[in-house]
């Protein structure tokens, strides 16, 4: 039973460019949320997708997009990218019933120069 | 909002016994999540307490005091892959959202 599968590992980008993280949650879960974790700190919470809407959304700004997909694997759109997005972009997945715990991803490296 | 107090911290040696503890503030009834993460790694569940009282897990002990807005993980017999980053998260009881608000948390480092 494969767990929560992130792509790619790891991304260099420049300013103002833009970013698609990818996200395939772990099987029999139907949500998944995105936590960007900057180096020394915990993760922040950015948004959560459910039946493919977003549900919550935390204080990220609009360039902070995202998708889920019928399968309920999920995307994570940045626009714009300012040094300050550098961080490891976490993905995990829970069950909405249930109260189960988030299984994460392995994260991606994105790292904006 | 939320907010959340774990030592930044803790430093111990192989064999012993730590407690991480947790104050956190909620506006609402929460239970208590802990999570591990090694450095370069994804952050991996530990342990929830929805109600008061101690859960044990093998090496793992993680305590609940919901009126105290309180809880601590207790680690015995340390081993050296014991160290790493403890996250406490307030989580609602009844179904996951997957919002979940960390703290710094806090470095456990274990010394031979």
């Known amino acids: 039973d494969a767990g929560v599968t992130q792509s790619p590992t790891h991304l260099i980008k420049t300013r103002g460019q833009q970013v698609t993280l990818r996200c395939s949650p772990k099987s029999g879960h139907d949500t998944v949320s995105w936590y960007q974790q900057a180096l020394g700190q915990g993760p922040q919470f950015i948004f959560q997708?459910?039946?493919?809407?977003?549900?919550q959304r935390g204080n990220f700004p609009d360039r902070f997009s995202g998708h889920q997909f019928p399968n309920y694997s999920s995307e994570l759109n940045v626009n714009a990218l300012l040094l300050g997005d550098s961080a490891l972009y976490l993905c995990a997945s829970t069950k909405t019933e249930g109260g189960s715990p988030l299984h994460f991803g392995n994260g991606t490296r994105l790292t904006v120069t | 909002g939320q907010s959340l107090e774990q030592p930044s911290e803790v430093t111990a040696v192989e064999g012993a016994i730590v407690q991480i503890n947790c104050t956190y503030q909620?506006?609402?009834?929460?239970?208590l999540s802990w999570y591990q993460q090694h450095d370069g790694g994804a952050p991996t569940f530990l342990s929830y307490n929805a109600l008061d009282g101690l859960e044990e897990t093998g090496r793992f002990s993680s305590f609940l005091s919901r009126s105290d807005s309180y809880g601590y993980l207790l680690l015995q017999e340390l081993q050296m892959k014991d160290s790493a980053s403890y996250f406490c998260a307030p989580q609602r009881p009844s179904g996951n959202t997957g919002k979940l608000i960390f703290g710094q948390g806090t470095t456990l480092q274990v010394k031979p």
């Open positions: 909620t506006s609402g009834f929460y239970g």
């Open positions: 997708y459910y039946e493919e809407e977003e549900r």
